[in-house]
């Protein structure tokens, strides 16, 4: 059941997202991330959703470096928004996922080629310090439940598979 994604300059360098099942065939329509010629996409994943990160000149003659996040159905959760400053052009946009929110670095073009950090993602804590984030945590408040931990017959769903005590046995 798990599905991958593609990344793709398309249709006069566009950024567009396929849906892909294990075996590689598309699931459905592409979805469209850009209007504007763009260049250097990169994903990353955090587990419950796709971040994309390009550069595109919508806004000018200088490229801006722009994120997206769209959800593991290939559905938009986010507008596109500019992440690096105005001014120079930035390219080469490159996604890390820490566990908690995505970190975007990018190549500034002004004769100094300058790199830039960006943070960006759902400022995500771990609240109850179980290796769960809230973005993955399905009781952000108990340390017991988490994606992977062992269900208990209490009343909660320890493990996060959105069934209470759905042990076997």
């Not at 979805?31 to 994943?45: F, K």
């Not at 801006?64 to 290939?74: I, N, Q, S």
């Not at 120079?88 to 830039?116: C, F, H, K, M, P």
């Amino acid at each position: 059941r798990s599905r991958l994604h593609a990344i793709r300059p398309k249709a006069g360098h566009r950024v567009h997202l396929a849906l892909l099942d294990p075996a590689g065939t598309q699931q459905g329509p592409d979805l469209r991330l850009s209007d504007a010629v763009s260049i250097n996409p990169d994903i990353e994943s955090s587990g419950e959703e796709f971040a994309v990160a390009w550069s595109d000149a919508r806004e000018g003659a200088s490229r801006k470096v722009y994120f997206r996040l769209v959800d593991t159905g290939g559905l938009p959760v986010s507008p596109a928004i500019r992440i690096s400053p105005g001014g120079a052009t930035y390219d080469n946009a490159s996604i890390a996922w820490t566990g908690v929110r995505y970190g975007v670095v990018s190549r500034e073009q002004s004769g100094a080629l300058r790199v830039l950090m960006n943070i960006v993602g759902c400022g995500c804590i771990d609240g109850d310090h179980d290796g769960a984030s809230r973005c993955r945590d399905c009781d952000d408040g108990d340390s017991s439940s988490f994606p992977g931990a062992a269900e208990a017959c209490d009343g909660r769903d320890n493990d996060c598979s959105g069934v209470v005590d759905d042990r076997d046995g």
